[in-house]
């Protein structure tokens, strides 16, 4: 199992960074993947995973977590909003908050339970017209309009385009996150996540590194 190779290289890339060791959070990606690959992963004692979509995670993680209590899961995929009040219950974190409209279903969520996950506010760094995110001019404004509605921001998130160097992405988000008082970056994934450390990543999101490449049902 490849785990304890991505924690030996988060290790070595904090210390390159100059950063505490521990500063780093490895978000174990575990959508699509076969239970046993999960389970093994758990069994070696990480406790943190990432999932993208509610109903995988609905059909598996309350049981695990009945026996391993110590679980965090995050959710870090699109999340609709008819599906919210079902992902406060399932989510420790949801690092996809992407528009008004959830918001506002996040925080009235919030006031009813009492409680809420950490949120991160994911951003469109890339203005790419397909993806899901604020873009970057209006990251200001979203952020004080989620203090407004009294949310546990935690931070800021976001996909660097696919084949574009991360890097200035990464010192985007950081610089976003700075000059709104925010301090938790989702950032990097299996291909990156050591660049997305040299940037100030405090969350670094790793599925097939750890577990292997993921096998998708096929489609009717």
């Known amino acids: 199992m490849a785990l304890q190779e991505i924690v030996a290289r988060i290790g070595q890339a904090e210390a390159a960074a100059g950063r505490a060791p521990g500063a780093v959070h490895l978000i174990a990606v575990s959508k699509v993947q076969p239970a046993e690959r999960v389970l093994a992963v758990l069994g070696e004692g990480h406790r943190l995973f990432g999932e993208n979509y509610v109903q995988e995670a609905a059909g598996k993680w309350p049981a695990w977590r009945a026996a391993y209590p110590e679980v965090r899961v995050h959710m870090i995929g ?3 909003t008819n599906k919210a ?3 406060v219950e399932l ?6 908050v992407d528009r008004p409209s959830l918001a506002e279903k996040l925080a009235r969520l919030a006031q009813a339970r009492g409680t809420s996950p950490d949120l991160f506010v994911q951003v469109n760094t890339g203005r790419e017209p397909q993806k ?10 979203f952020v004080a309009t989620m203090r407004g509605m009294d949310l546990p921001l935690a931070g800021l998130m976001c ?12 010192a985007a988000l950081a610089q976003m996150a700075a000059q709104n008082g ?4 989702s950032m990097g994934m299996s291909s990156d996540f050591e660049t997305a450390i040299a940037q100030g990543a405090t969350h670094v999101r790793v599925g097939s590194a750890i577990f292997g490449a993921r096998s998708y049902p096929a489609k009717a």
Do not use: N
Request: proline letters at 16%.
């Open 132 to 141: 899901a995110g604020v873009l970057p001019e209006d990251v200001d404004a």
């Open 159 to 170: 996909i660097p385009p696919e084949g574009a160097d991360p890097a200035p992405h990464f």
């Open 91 to 96: 989510f420790d974190a949801i690092h996809s």
């Open 182 to 185: 925010l301090t938790g970056l």
């Open 85 to 87: 009040k079902q992902a």
């Open 78 to 80: 699109p999340l609709q």
